[in-house]
């Protein structure tokens, strides 16, 4: 008797399948599982994309390194899953440095449209784009997603996480970063130390960033370019670092939320 009241309330209270995918990761998780969650439980994707190209003295592809971590930190809060990495991109001005890669307009603009195309085909009413590679990619990418919501009705919202953050850099480090400067330095830092090469640093790797219309090099004299001078050089603070890496995926994950309350409330 007592075996059988045992097993009645086991079936009582077990839900048919757990309320959370055992994974956030589209390329870990089982076909019938990904059938049980998506759209009816989660409805969200988050699409890191980057590049591979040099950052003084963190990976070449932190580009990809950064986003995708980002993705893991924020996809539980926002019941979201993670789309695989995109890990090529338009690199252009710093193509010609050793392990860089360079993706063409031309090849880069269908393929991430055809990417989006197949989120939305696996029934992902938002997409959202964790852009970790700027520069002409930037302007691709808000193209073809505006693009592709129009055309297939799904929302898309496209995030250069490090420029949205920007205050938070001022607020942490009390001056301004750049590519590959203190800013993102940091984030690789907090997110795996082991690819942040403190040895190898010297300040005069970096290079300011030109203002409009003054000069322009190709290839980039620097792979650290600050965006002001004077400012934004590395600093290898572990505790700084930690810091950065926590209030940047707080505020970038609050817009995320924010977006999709409101398209919600308009009945987008």
Do not use: C
């Not at 309330?9 to 589209?26: C, G, K, N, V």
């Amino acid at each position: 008797m007592k075996s059988i009241l045992a097993v009645f309330f086991f079936l009582i209270w077990t839900p048919a399948f757990s309320q959370s995918p055992s994974t956030r990761e589209m390329d870990r998780i089982n076909w019938m599982e990904f059938a049980e969650f998506v759209p009816g439980k989660i409805n969200t994707v988050l699409l890191p994309t980057g590049t591979l190209e040099p950052h003084g003295v963190i990976n070449n592809g932190a580009d990809n390194t950064a986003p995708f971590a980002m993705a893991k930190a924020i996809a539980e809060d926002l019941n979201a899953m993670i789309a695989p990495t995109l890990n090529y991109g338009i690199t252009g001005s710093m193509a010609a440095y050793p392990g860089a890669f360079q993706i063409t307009e031309e090849a880069y603009a269908p393929f991430i449209r055809d990417i989006l195309k197949g989120l939305a085909k696996n029934k992902f009413k938002n997409i959202i784009i964790l852009n970790g590679h700027g520069g002409g990619q930037t302007a691709v990418l808000q193209k073809v997603a505006a693009e592709v919501a129009n055309e297939l009705g799904v929302r898309t919202l496209v995030i250069n996480w490090w420029s949205y953050a920007s205050d938070v850099t001022l607020e942490v480090f009390k001056e301004d970063g750049g590519h590959a400067g203190l800013n993102e330095t940091a984030y690789i830092q907090a997110i795996d130390p082991t690819l942040v090469h403190k040895e190898r640093y010297n300040a005069d790797q970096a290079t300011a960033y030109p203002k409009p219309n003054t000069w322009s090099a190709v290839p980039f004299p620097s792979s650290i370019g600050l965006y002001q001078e004077g400012q934004g050089y590395p600093n290898f603070d572990e505790k700084q670092a930690k810091e950065y890496f926590e209030k940047v995926n707080a505020k970038v994950a609050g817009l995320i939320r924010e977006t999709i309350r409101k398209w919600d409330l308009a009945g987008l």
